[in-house]
């Protein structure tokens, strides 16, 4: 990974806070990073960011903007960073390999995706089959990710958090 700087960072390691403007991208080797905005006080997490992830604060290091969101390692992290414009270069090379514009260009779509089912879920589904979903479609998030943060992801506060994963028990 040549134009990539190796980085180990601590766990809760803030990397980019909101309203600054991000000027580097990353990859996830190792580790899970969690975006967040703050909301009258209160973290927000709506998203996480596992091992073979690129994110960046995407509006932010493609315009340069002010980021809306911050990123924070939830544990150790074996992160790659890249700058701006070793990714520009990179990209402009991209349209010339259909093979690698392929594969960005999906990356891009999963996390658009991602985004669209979180926001339709909270139209959708109760705070219980949120986490039931998330359960199912990305167990690592459960097992590795604190209680606080789940809680925060799903819309919900940690005591009813709680109470949801009683009731399941309970049914189960």
């Known amino acids: 990974m040549g134009n990539f700087k190796r980085m180990e960072v601590p766990a809760k390691t803030i990397l980019l806070k909101e309203n600054e403007v991000s000027h580097h991208a990353y990859f996830v080797e190792k580790g899970i990073v969690r975006a967040w905005y703050n909301n009258d006080g209160k973290d927000v997490t709506f998203q ?89 479609e990305h167990s690592e998030i459960i097992k590795r990710v604190p209680q606080h943060y789940i809680a925060s992801y799903l819309g919900i506060t940690k005591v009813h958090l709680s109470r949801i994963k009683t009731k399941i028990l309970k049914e189960n």
């Not at 960046?56 to 074996?78: A, D, Q, Y």
């Not at 010339?96 to 979180?118: C, I, P, Q």
Request: proline share 2%; charged share 30%; net charge negative.
């Open 48 to 136: 996480f960011f596992m091992e073979n992830t690129l994110f960046s604060s995407l509006e932010s290091f493609k315009k340069g903007l002010p980021s809306m969101m911050s990123f924070e390692t939830i544990e150790h992290c074996v992160l790659w960073q890249v700058d701006k414009e070793t990714v520009d270069r990179i990209l402009e090379k991209v349209y010339e390999n259909s093979e690698f514009r392929k594969s960005l260009m999906d990356a891009v779509f999963e996390r658009t995706f991602d985004y669209m089912k979180h926001f339709l879920s909270f139209i959708k589904d109760t705070p219980q089959q949120r986490y039931q979903d998330l359960c199912k």
